[in-house]
Nanobody, 127 residues
Framework: QVQLVESGGGLVQAGGSLRLSCAASGRTFSSYAMGWFRQAPGKEREFVGGVSRSGGFTVYADSVKGRFTISRYNAGNTVYLQMNSLKPEDTAVYYC????????????????????WGQGTQVTVSS
């Protein structure tokens, strides 16, 4: 089992940047494919970006491609989401999630496939 704690959210002006962090408990962090998801008020939770166990493979939602970068540091049990060129439509609660994976290169993109979730961190982008 793994516990996930997000940090780094806040209020930023459009065009600005934020870096979210997700700290994981336990000694098997490298066994999980990791992902970031977000949920805006009145909308369903959606995939933002995912990274494989090894960190070598990433996938992004079209809406954030070229602006957001997901990375992980297995020795430190942490996954990051660097968000640049933020837009008001990026405003949401951002969640870190982990999926048990037996494949080093697999990236998990579906909310229903994630096994563990953090509590979320609010990101607000003002226009």
């Amino acid at each position: 089992q793994v516990q996930l704690v997000e940090s780094g959210g806040g209020l930023v002006q459009a065009g600005g940047s934020l870096r979210l962090s997700c700290a994981a408990s336990g000694r098997t962090f490298s066994s999980y494919a990791m992902g970031w998801f977000r949920q805006a008020p009145g909308k369903e939770r959606e995939f933002v970006g995912g990274v494989s166990r090894s960190g070598g493979f990433t996938v992004y939602a079209d809406s954030v491609k070229g602006r957001f970068t997901i990375s992980r540091y297995n020795a430190g049990n942490t996954v990051y989401l660097q968000m640049n060129s933020l837009k008001p439509e990026d405003t949401a609660v951002y969640y870190c999630a982990a999926a048990v994976s037996h494949e080093y290169t697999k990236v998990v993109v579906h909310t229903t496939s994630m096994d563990y979730w953090g509590q979320g961190t609010q990101v607000t982008v003002s226009s």
